[in-house]
């Protein structure tokens, strides 16, 4: 599901976060920014979902559950790059 999981790539792409792709997943509709995004996340918390020891159906669930809030609130997301994403 989400091929860069444990690989060098997907650790890299985690370590920063684009302002650009910051500001283009604030449309729902940008079904490509949508998918850099979760491809660059979604392994990020399903590592954090099963470090809660999850059953493996609940994890990818509660993922999707932050993914679906996401699309709700990132909108009205304002990028300060003094503070990163992630802080």
């Not at 490509?32 to 979604?42: L, N, T």
């Not at 493996?56 to 809030?69: F, I, M």
Request: some cysteine; charged content about 25%; hydrophobic content about 40%.
């Amino acid at each position: 599901r989400w091929p860069h999981v444990g690989t060098l790539a997907g650790r890299n792409a985690m370590e920063t976060t684009s302002a650009t792709l910051l500001q283009r997943v604030r449309s729902p509709d940008d079904r490509a920014a949508w998918e850099r995004f979760v491809s660059i996340y979604g392994p990020l918390l399903l590592c954090w979902a099963n470090r809660l020891r999850l059953p493996q159906r609940d994890a990818t669930d509660l993922v999707q559950d932050v993914l679906l809030l996401l699309v709700r609130v990132l909108p009205s997301f304002e990028y300060r790059r003094e503070g990163g994403f992630r802080k």
